[in-house]
T-cell receptor
Framework: EPEVTQTPSHQVTQMGQEVILRCVPISNHLYFYWYRQILGQKVEFLVSFYNNEISEKSEIFDDQFSVERPDGSNFTLKIRSTKLEDSAMYFC????????????FGSGTRLTVV | KNQVEQSPQSLIILEGKNCTLQCNYTVSPFSNLRWYKQDTGRGPVSLTIMTFSENTKSNGRYTATLDADTKQSSLHITASQLSDSASYICVVRLSGGSYIPTFGRGTSLIVHP
């Protein structure tokens, strides 16, 4: 069964450093998403991406965050200057259509900011 | 404000028993509701998705119901197994305009042998 692949599975970084989280969406999917889940809290939407541009973003997705599809397969989330409160699980997801059918999550990257 | 409330917050049952998880939402206008299973440290996996016109949908031992009038959904798990231990998350999506989903906090289910 097709999977959304995320790397690395765990990333530890010092406060103030830049991090890039990587995702390989399912190959025939056109819509891409990033979510985060702080330990013990609910999943929160960050951003959706289609046709090489951001479709929607939440209040969480401020100027410290950016997304990119650098080639035909990867989808990345960059955090420019990490803060302690950025520590969370970050999930990538992709879907065939914008209305959610075929929505598939990756296994996540655990980001720890120290 | 669009909200999704789930109950109970946590639930412990014995293997082989049935259980029902609840989801109430205030999201409007409603497009669809999805139940996810999330194992610890993993991404959510979709169990069922229902639109406004659907009342019930099954996926193996999982059966979801939807009452769009009262804005309530339930997830019934039959003959629970140890592998059912996970967090079950209700997610509701608006129709038209924004496609940002609203997540519930989840119900943590523990199945004991």
């Amino acid at each position: 069964e097709p999977e959304v692949t995320q790397t690395p599975s765990h990333q530890v970084t010092q406060m103030g450093q830049e991090v890039i989280l990587r995702c390989v969406p399912i190959s025939n999917h056109l819509y891409f998403y990033w979510y985060r889940q702080i330990l013990g809290q609910k999943v929160e939407f960050l951003v959706s991406f289609y046709n090489n541009e951001i479709s929607e973003k939440s209040e969480i997705f401020d100027d410290q965050f950016s997304v990119e599809r650098p080639d035909g397969s990867n989808f990345t989330l960059k955090i420019r200057s990490t803060k302690l409160e950025d520590s969370a699980m970050y999930f990538c997801a992709s879907s065939e259509r914008q209305d959610n059918y075929g929505y598939t999550f990756g296994s996540g990257t655990r980001l720890t900011v120290v | 404000k669009n909200q999704v409330e789930q109950s109970p917050q946590s639930l412990i049952i014995l293997e082989g028993k049935n259980c029902t998880l609840q989801c109430n939402y205030t999201v409007s206008p409603f497009s669809n509701l999805r139940w996810y299973k999330q194992d610890t440290g993993r991404g959510p996996v979709s169990l069922t998705i229902m639109t406004f016109s659907e009342n019930t949908k099954s996926n193996g031992r999982y059966t979801a119901t939807l009452d769009a009038d009262t804005k309530q959904s339930s997830l019934h798990i039959t003959a629970s197994q140890l592998s059912d231990s996970a967090s079950y998350i209700c997610v509701v999506r608006l129709s038209g305009g924004s496609y940002i989903p609203t997540f519930g906090r989840g119900t943590s289910l523990i199945v004991h042998p």
